[in-house]
Nanobody
């Protein structure tokens, strides 16, 4: 499975971005998740979506971020609202059915 993230960029604090993760195969049966890695930090979990539609979020993003998928477009999304400077990081998509694969990452920068 090949995953290509897009949608990152520079946004002011309080703003929104929507990240996309386009998969080379159907995402219908996939487990999908978003992780992020800030400067000098370890990669951390952000949000997940199971094949059955159950979602899970890190406490730091609950109520602000939403993970979803579009089966017709083979794409997983991360809608990020009310962004904070501490959300700045490279965001990575992880997805797959029996084996999960990583995308290359997309940079999110949040100015205060």
């Amino acid at each position: 499975v090949q995953l290509v993230e897009s949608g990152g960029g520079l946004v002011q604090a309080g703003g929104s971005l929507r990240l996309s993760c386009a998969a080379s195969e159907s995402v219908f049966s996939m487990y999908a998740a978003w992780y992020r890695q800030g400067p000098g930090k370890q990669r951390e979990f952000v949000a997940a979506l199971t094949s059955g539609g159950t979602t899970n979020y890190a406490d730091s993003v609950k109520g602000r971020f939403t993970i979803s998928r579009d089966n017709a477009l083979n794409t997983v999304y991360l809608q990020m609202n009310n962004l904070k400077p501490e959300d700045a990081a490279v965001y990575y998509c992880l997805a797959g059915v029996h084996t999960q694969y990583w995308g290359q990452g997309t940079q999110v920068t949040v100015s205060s």
